[in-house]
T-cell receptor
Framework: QKEVEQNSGPLSVPEGAIASLNCTYS??????FFWYRQYSGKSPELIMF????GDKEDGRFTAQLNKASQYVSLLIRDSQPSDSATYLC????????????FGKGTKLTVNP | ETGVTQTPRHLVMGMTNKKSLKCEQH?????MYWYKQSAKKPLELMFV???????ENNSVPSRFSPECPNSSHLFLHLHTLQPEDSALYLC????????????FGPGTRLTVL
């Protein structure tokens, strides 16, 4: 059973701080990794994807991937109250299947 | 219309009813998906269609019946559901069968009485 684990939180940070969201996965051969943001009552929205080891930056967001440790993280710099949402980690297991395996999500609250 | 749309947005049905959920994508994608999202559980993949052909049925009970008449439309037919089937049902699409970068619709909030 391929699994994706996330700390469910809630994670609470003050406005302007760095929020760090973490995700581990069980399938060592996984190839691609995604972060989705889901506001309460809304559907998931893709915000970042990463395929290679290292960091990938997009605005205030940085995705970090370490395949050796089977670990992917999302850093949000200068956190804003509008970043308050549940962040879902998703992994595409090896074999090129159509399936994405999702974690349960981490709820982030950014306090003004 | 842009992106992925779903109708209805909310649905309340009895256990003996038959209803259908509809999904339409306007992105020119070739793969479409049905997911179930329940409280405190990960998104559960239900069905995958690639170029209108079903490629995945993730052990879903037969009271859920998908239909994909073309690459832009996806239906989920519901009959004799149980209260534990109450959840948010999300449709998604992606460019190709590799499942990367899936784009989600707004979902249908289903309540089974």
């Amino acid at each position: 059973q391929k699994e994706v684990e996330q700390n469910s939180g809630p994670l609470s940070v003050p406005e302007g701080a760095i929020a760090s969201l973490n995700c581990t996965y069980s399938d060592r051969g996984s190839q691609s990794f995604f972060w989705y943001r889901q506001y309460s009552g809304k559907s998931p929205e893709l915000i970042m994807f990463i395929y290679s080891n290292g960091d990938k930056e997009d605005g205030r967001f940085t995705a970090q991937l370490n395949k050796a440790s089977q670990y992917v993280s999302l850093l949000i710099r200068d956190s804003q109250p509008s970043d308050s949402a549940t962040y879902l980690c998703a992994v595409n297991p090896q074999g090129g299947s159509e399936k994405l395996v999702f974690g349960k999500g981490t709820k982030l609250t950014v306090n003004p | 219309e842009t992106g992925v749309t779903q109708t209805p947005r909310h649905l309340v049905m009895g256990m003996t009813n038959k209803k259908s959920l509809k999904c339409e994508q306007h992105l020119g994608h070739n793969a479409m998906y049905w997911y179930k999202q329940s409280a405190k559980k990960p998104l559960e993949l239900m069905f995958v269609y690639n170029f209108k052909e079903q490629t995945e049925n993730n052990s879903v009970p037969s009271r859920f019946s998908p239909e994909c008449p073309n690459s832009s439309h996806l239906f989920l037919h519901l009959h004799t559901l149980q209260p534990e089937d109450s959840a948010l049902y999300l449709c998604a699409s992606s460019q190709d069968f590799m499942g990367n970068e899936q784009f989600f619709g707004p979902g249908t909030r289903l309540t089974v009485l």
